[in-house]
């Protein structure tokens, strides 16, 4: 996961909806992830996945917050019940299933490899063999890299992605492998576009890369996934979906494999 600069701070964004019966809470990494969700100088929330929640949540009728906790406690935050439902780009994967619950996926898209524009693009074992490769911790791309690249190449792992960016900018590691769109935001960004390109994507494997980007549920909570695959499906059918991406995207990212 699921890119780039900036932060986030514990405040709530409150949506107005009609007729709301309850707050649904956000789940969101304190990571800027653009073009998905980054928080700017004001405090407001903006990006893709904001617009879609913004979507959803006006289709459920409800009232909702966002509270922001680091990538690798937003499943022990959900089950604490700090707040409802994870909405941060997480891939629905067999692991994660085991603890919890996914609504139907709303994107899904490859996972890639970048480099410094010099190296020879290519992104299986034979092409990482004795390099460096930046990682954000609990990542899907984690579990991938100990299936297919341990032993092949080093691993760096970093809390954030955005640090991993910069040691690649810097000649530290050799590749930075995560989210292709996430990626590709660092590409476009000032600092990415003169040092680095895309080497492509990894083959895929749908038990570690998992079935697309879905909001992540307790197990129990089965009437609330109930209602936002029916608003998910709602925004989809009536053209939100489309206008939303059009916004971020030149192509599909719902059916993206």
Known sequence: MKLIPTFFAGAAFVLSAVAAQAEVRFGVMNESYPPFFAKDASGEWHGWEIDLMNAVCAEMKEKCSIVDISWDGLIPALQSKKFDVIWSSMSNTAERSKVIDFTDKYYNTPSNL??????????????????????????????????????????????????????????????????????????????????CANMGDVADDKEILGAGTSGGLRKEDTELKAKLNKAIAAVRASGQYDAITKKYFDFDIYGAK
């Open 114 to 195: 970048i480099g410094p524009k010099d190296q020879k693009p290519g992104a299986t074992a034979e092409d990482v063999k004795g390099k460096t490769i930046g990682i954000q911790v609990s990542t899907i791309q984690s579990e991938y890299y100990k299936k297919y690249f341990a032993g092949v190449a080093e691993e760096k792992t970093y809390q954030t992605l955005d640090e991993a960016f910069q040691d690649l900018a810097s000649g530290r590691i050799d590749y930075v492998f995560g989210d292709s769109l996430a990626l590709d935001a660092f590409l476009k960004s000032d600092a990415g576009k003169d040092c």
